[in-house]
């Protein structure tokens, strides 16, 4: 079933692409326009809507707790809604048969990854912590609300792709029905302790196993205090709270491998067919190889920004952390991000070797990063890329995280049902935030005559750039203007040009 189908082209393609696995799709929509264009879509494409691909015009959280409630449960259910599926997750989970897969994609991303806590603790039921780690940790929460939705009907969750792509979420699930094991949620998840001063941070589960008298089974009871302080002990700073997140795998490597397999045992054919082919290889390939055990990942760049160190390649500061015994790997939720079993401290120790190697300019800011920095090197670091094992990606030639498509990736507009006037702006989908930028982008395009401010005269009959006039020559060349100011006028200088269409 796709429980929020729009114009139905999803449905046809999982009818005709998955054929003859597939016996029947429900491509339901709350308007009846939606309905009836995936009516027309369907027929347009060769289908039967009554035993194929089936129309539906309804609430999605009503007609799935319907179909629960005459016994019928759907093997697939996909959901993707404009902005959260947090509404329809309950009603979801009702529908679902055991062994059956979810799929659900999220488009709030700022609200998972804590650009909006408050929204994020209402909608999902977790605190999110807006760190580096932000678009793992959102991908987190959605699968710790999934769990939580699947244990209140005895069910539990068995995450087998679970990503942060571009601008949303997209996971895929398969969903169990014990009532045992749904008692053993809390396992699952963890609540977590971030510093706010650092990129340290310590995971707390939320319960622990104990044995039972008969020494058969286990019960689930509460974890005992957490073993950090209320500060870090890297570099002193506080501890911020968020949570409960999913704290187990986010992938299953033999799915991710099958999957592989599949599109590598023809692919010519399948090249053919996914235009985003490569997109999908690199992407599973660097899922398949992240390392397993390690929630969540440290993001390079903004640890040397904050030392002020000279930059060091990804690689060469994994090696870093391979010569001291630890694992290491990259994350597919950033580009600049590593994910490794080591603690803090051993990422510090690379950090400070790479520091004695090439000195910063100047101190850190950070009162914080200033201890951790004054620290010494406890271990003898290497960073000869050589140690490193050769990556799934480079044997196959794959891009890993390749270019978007176009400027301005991203969700446009919600739906209005509204027709859109031809000439009218908002014809090009961008949002008027995203216009005002590319206006804002055309304008800077202008620039100041050099020859002109220098001499006052350009000479150059060619010349395109903006010409200022004796009086704006002076004033840019005011010793008492400050930097700020000074800015500020050759902005307006600028920009007067442009809307006048000429030269100054």
Not at 121 to 126: E, L, N, T
């Amino acid at each position: 079933m796709e429980a929020l189908s729009a114009t139905g082209l999803r449905s046809i393609r999982y009818y005709n692409e998955i054929t003859p696995q597939v016996d029947q799709v429900v491509a339901n929509d709350l308007k009846p326009e939606a309905a009836e264009a995936i009516r027309i879509n369907v027929v347009r494409n060769g289908l039967d809507p009554e035993s194929q691909v089936i129309p539906s015009c309804g609430d999605a959280n009503i007609v799935m707790m319907q179909a629960a409630a005459a016994g019928e449960h759907y093997d697939v259910v996909d959901l993707d809604p404009y902005g959260s599926a947090a509404p329809f997750l309950n009603a979801t989970m009702m529908s679902v048969a055991d062994g059956g897969l979810l799929a659900v994609t999220c488009t709030d991303m700022a609200v998972l990854a804590g650009a909006r806590p408050e929204t994020c603790f209402s909608k999902y039921g977790s605190m999110p912590l807006h760190k580096r780690f932000c678009h793992e940790g959102g991908v987190r929460i959605l699968l710790a609300s999934l769990e939580r939705a699947a244990s209140l009907h005895k069910k539990y969750i068995e995450p087998l792709l679970s990503c942060s792509i571009d601008f949303y979420s997209r996971v895929f699930v398969r969903v169990h029905t014990s009532a045992a094991e749904s008692k053993r949620s809390a396992l699952r998840l963890s609540q977590l302790y971030a510093c706010g001063g650092c990129a340290a941070f310590h995971w707390q589960p939320l319960g622990r196993e104990k044995p039972a008298k008969s020494g058969k089974t286990t019960h689930v009871r509460g974890a005992y205090a957490p073993t950090v302080g209320s500060e870090c002990s890297e570099c002193g700073g506080r501890f911020q709270l968020g949570g409960p997140y999913w704290a187990g795998e986010l992938h299953s490597r033999p799915f991710v491998r099958r999957v592989l397999d599949t599109l590598e045992s023809d692919h010519e054919a399948y090249a053919a067919k996914f235009a985003t082919l490569p997109r999908m290889m690199g992407r599973l390939v660097v899922c398949h190889d992240e390392l397993e055990g390690s929630p969540l990942y440290y993001d390079l760049p903004s640890m040397l920004s904050a030392l002020n160190l000279t930059p060091v390649k990804k690689d060469e500061f994994m090696a870093g952390l391979v010569s001291l015994g630890y694992e290491v790997t990259e994350t597919h939720a950033s580009v600049s991000g590593f994910k490794t079993n080591a603690p803090a401290g051993a990422v510090y120790d690379v950090l400070r070797a790479w520091a004695a190697k090439f000195p910063p300019v100047r101190a850190p800011a950070s009162v914080e990063w200033q201890k951790i920095i004054a620290r010494e090197v406890n271990s003898k670091v290497s960073f000869d890329t050589s140690i490193l094992p050769k990556a799934s990606s480079q044997k196959r030639r794959l891009s890993k995280f390749p270019q978007n498509p176009e400027a301005f990736w991203g969700p446009k507009m919600r739906a209005t049902g509204q027709k859109r006037k031809p000439g009218d702006e908002s014809a090009t989908g961008l949002l008027p935030a995203q216009m005002e930028r590319q206006r804002s982008r055309q304008k800077r395009k202008a620039r100041m005559c050099r020859n002109m401010m220098d001499s006052g005269a350009c000479g150059d009959e060619a010349c395109t750039r903006v010409h200022p006039t004796p009086e704006q020559r002076a004033a840019i060349r005011d010793p008492e203007l400050s930097r700020k100011e000074k800015g500020a006028l050759l902005r307006s200088i600028l920009h007067k040009s442009e809307d006048d269409g000429g030269e100054e």
